[in-house]
């Protein structure tokens, strides 16, 4: 399930699409939800900049950034929990990730414990006991030389993926954003080129 | 805050903007989020009939009904908060009902008060501590002839107001579904005529 909010980096929905169709899912939904509607955000708001060339200790600072999107997790989970319930499934699982993060409220386990809590009353379950939704977060505690080392071993070709804020409109990744940062840095602690394409 | 999420009540829309409109609210703002992509509901799947004509026996009967649309109130209210956030608003107002209702999970206190605790974990207020949001649903207790009355009282024009599930293309009320049937009982226990149109 992928969301189409109005992203900025909307070219991550055609890389989440081919690594679907590369893993044969069983069905890849992209919902359209409009969320430049709000603002308040570089990934939603065309007036506001995404921010380039933040150094780690500046990233590690704890505020909250600007590609912050007000609730867009809670958004993205309530949806993906109306989807669910109406087929039956019960395991939710979200790439949030805690460790190399850029300080974003709804990637922490309390949050994730949070909306689940609420997704069991929110639902038939919740009154007829019958079943229990889980928020599953397997990138969670990782870090993100652990997420590219398990991807590598799982087959997946990172060619494929998109993590820029603030990509071309060829889909060219920027190097400059958090994002592109953290994920550059992650690559080099590897050992190993990052595969996508960047601007620089 | 309104939503255009594929209800076969769309006709609540038209209300809403009436109303607001005489109330003279700051903004009105409908959101659109397709929920008939997901279905699973009387409300937003075609080939699914509105109940008709059932006794308060069966209403009471504690079951979850057909027009339950899963995790619908999750969706708004997360919806709301991604608005509330982005402009500082830490007041939340739903209309729920926990008395008088059919057996909706997402109307009940506990599902609110779940909710809320996510709000306040999956937003910056959550890492910052500087505000703290609050689900009001000032309906959430009183029986549908108390809510009656008080709009009575607080100058409500309830002929511009809308509770069909299954209303005729012009509007008209059906008088059979349990929205109907429970707004009807409630009204002629007041004893007053309700001022929406019916089918019958």
């Given at each position: 399930?992928?969301?189409?909010y ?9 890389a ?6 590369v ?14 509607q709000?603002g ?30 007000p ?9 993906a ?26 990637c922490?386990p ?19 006991g019958?079943?229990h ?10 870090t ?31 190097g ?19 595969p996508v394409r960047?601007?620089?």
């Amino acid at each position: 399930m992928s969301f189409d909010y109005g992203q900025r980096h909307r070219h991550e929905l055609d890389a989440a699409s081919k690594i679907a169709k590369v893993f044969g899912v069983a069905e890849h939904r992209v919902v359209k939800i409009d969320l430049r509607q709000f603002g308040g955000s570089a990934l939603t708001a065309a007036g506001i900049a995404v921010p380039k060339d933040r150094d780690e200790k500046q990233m590690a600072a704890g505020d909250i950034p600007i590609t912050y999107v007000p609730a867009r997790n809670t958004v993205f989970l309530a949806l993906a929990l109306a989807w669910a319930e109406t087929i039956g499934a019960f395991d939710l699982y979200v790439g949030v990730n805690c460790v190399d993060y850029s300080g974003y409220p709804d990637c922490r386990p309390e949050f994730l414990r949070a909306f689940e809590a609420t997704a069991n009353l929110a639902t038939r379950v919740g009154v007829e006991g019958t079943g229990h939704f889980r928020i599953r977060a397997p990138l969670l505690h990782m870090t993100k030389e652990q997420i590219i080392c398990r991807g590598l071993a799982l087959g997946v070709d990172y060619g494929l993926t998109h993590s820029c804020y603030d990509p071309t409109p060829e889909g060219l990744a920027c190097g400059r954003c958090d994002s592109c940062r953290l994920r550059l840095d992650a690559f080099s602690r590897v050992g190993i080129p990052d595969p996508v394409r960047y601007v620089l």
